[in-house]
């Protein structure tokens, strides 16, 4: 991966900035590519369900609690229990929903206004329309609810919260949910480019922050899945193997794991914003993880091309 990941970048012109970094449990940390900061994008989730496991960790909730217990204000609308576990697994049934973010001057809405499909809000209202957990059904809805359920259970905002429970502790420090701060580090940002054409003002704004608005690195999001495959070893402080066990399983078939997209010899998480593009994923088997972020949103092909080499080389 190390020799061969430029080539496939190289002869996709729709990538004109890219990242990768690559590290083994107990080896080094290799970077690559642009000293850039993306957008995680979907990544974001996976970080968010890593946060959320601590928490359960820690008794503040259980996995199998029904969510409207804790919920303030805004609860969930329709029928049937709806749990953490499904929350994190897709497998809640809520409304389906890919969140394309805020262009640059537009105006924000607030999670509750997402939440309920309210101006300025761009994406419909979130309820439960499937049977919640008889199916896998992949939406960012899971994830606006979820951090609207961790505000209200720690009382504390949701980029601060994950910086307490994952991004200090795992040391990721080029990442964050605020959404401010790619403008405090705008020479360092990368832009991102849609059909060939650049993003207008760089990107977009996410206030479904759990599900689509961390900014971090590929060196970071390898620090986090390494971190993860420890914890699964059983060798991290930082969350028990048995819910890292779970993390990193079905929890219906052909379905994630809590948080974590399951491939043939590895787990992790994909990624696509308005934009940008990305993958962080371990294969256990080798003890390595990798991580490629773009200024590209319509390079899946590409992207897909570098698991595959990453699958050869490490299963």
């Given at each position: ?134 199916v896998f059904r992949y939406s ?57 054409m650049p993003v207008p003002g ?20 390898v620090r986090l899945e390494l ?89």
């Amino acid at each position: 991966m190390r020799e061969s990941w430029r080539d496939p970048v190289a002869d996709d012109n729709r990538i004109s900035r890219a990242a990768i970094a690559v590290g083994r449990i107990g080896g080094d940390l290799w970077t690559d590519g642009d000293d850039l900061l993306f957008p995680a994008c979907s990544i974001s989730k996976h970080v968010a369900a890593f946060g959320t496991l601590r928490l359960v960790a820690d008794a503040v909730l259980g996995l199998d609690d029904d969510i409207n217990e804790h919920l303030r204000g805004w609860r969930l609308p329709g029928e049937g229990t709806v749990t953490v576990r499904q929350l994190l697994s897709h497998t809640a049934g809520l409304t389906e929903n890919w969140f394309p973010g805020y262009a640059a001057g537009s105006p924000v809405p607030s999670l509750d206004q997402i939440l309920r499909g309210e101006p300025p809000a761009n994406t419909p209202a979130v309820r439960r329309e499937l049977t919640p957990g008889a199916v896998f059904r992949y939406s960012g809805s899971h994830y606006a609810v979820l951090e609207k359920l961790l505000e209200d259970v720690t009382g504390t905002p949701f980029d601060a919260l994950m910086d307490q429970l994952v991004l200090a502790p795992v040391g990721m420090v080029d990442s964050n949910y605020d959404q401010g701060f790619p403008h405090a580090h705008r020479r360092r940002a990368a832009r991102g480019h849609r059909d060939g054409m650049p993003v207008p003002g760089g990107w977009h704004t996410q206030p479904e922050r759990a599900g689509a608005g961390l900014w971090s690195t590929p060196a970071d999001l390898v620090r986090l899945e390494l971190e993860i495959a420890r914890a699964v070893a059983g060798d991290s402080p930082l969350l028990p193997r048995d819910l890292a066990g779970q993390m990193v399983t079905a929890q219906v078939p052909g379905g994630f794991g809590l948080g974590a997209e399951l491939g043939a010899g590895f787990y992790g998480h994909t990624g696509q914003n308005t934009g940008f593009s990305c993958f962080s994923f371990v294969w256990p088997a080798a003890a390595t993880a990798a991580a490629v972020m773009t200024d590209a949103e319509d390079c899946r092909d590409t992207l897909r091309a570098l698991i595959a080499l990453g699958t050869a080389e490490w299963t």
